[in-house]
């Protein structure tokens, strides 16, 4: 957004920037595509480390790869697993059709309990659109600018998705002339959700 308008800037400025900004312009974001995900949930879990000590980072993802929500928490159990989805049913007011995990038990035992009606599918080979949801979170350990807290680790998860939901397109599924409309109309909306949160 900033290249967008000709803007040099460092690192440490995007940060603070996003610090200052980014939960505001993710709440808008959520508030705008509340609803309009499919109805195939995708499950998953990932490890990451923050001062030596291991956190779990829960995230669902829908059919076509946009982020529903991503929650950090310490523990890999039936517990967290209900917290993920109460939270997820709190924010789309409906419960999926089919739900897609890995094999880890703690999805069924959470899933009988919320979602008895809800069509569950545990393999491995079905959740490779949770698992690449991970990627922005594993680039960022690699390059060594890792987590200083759980705080800053969640938010980061809970703006990069949604602004990253705003910017995916789909390339492959679009011809030049729609994908250039598509961006320029999350461009404006990107804009228009800007000029609202500033101060």
């Known amino acids: 957004m900033l290249a967008e308008r000709g803007i040099e800037v460092s690192f440490q400025t995007v940060s603070e920037w996003a610090a200052k900004f980014g939960l505001k312009f993710a709440h808008q974001l959520r508030r705008r595509s509340q609803g ?7 499950f998953d879990e990932m490890a990451v480390s923050i001062k030596g000590k291991k956190y779990c980072l829960w995230q669902a993802v829908d059919a076509n790869g946009y982020v529903l929500d991503a929650l950090l928490q310490s523990r890999r159990n039936k517990r967290a697993a209900l917290r993920l989805m109460r939270k997820l049913l709190k924010g789309q007011g409906i419960a999926p059709r089919v739900m897609v995990t890995d094999k880890l038990r703690s999805y069924s035992a959470a899933k009988t309990e919320l979602m008895p009606g809800v069509e569950h599918r545990s393999h491995k080979g079905l959740n490779n659109r ?3 949801s991970h990627l922005p979170v594993r680039r960022r350990e690699r390059r060594m600018m890792r987590f200083k807290s759980a705080r800053q680790c969640q938010r980061f998860v809970s703006t990069h998705s949604q602004i990253a939901n705003l ?8 011809n030049a002339a729609d994908h250039r409309q598509l ?8 804009r228009q959700i800007t000029m609202s949160v500033s101060p």
């Open 183 to 190: 961006r320029s109309l999350a461009c404006a909306t990107s």
């Open 167 to 174: 910017f995916l397109l789909h390339r492959k599924q679009l």
């Open 36 to 42: 309009n995900f499919a109805d195939k949930w995708q």
């Open 130 to 132: 949770a698992e690449n």
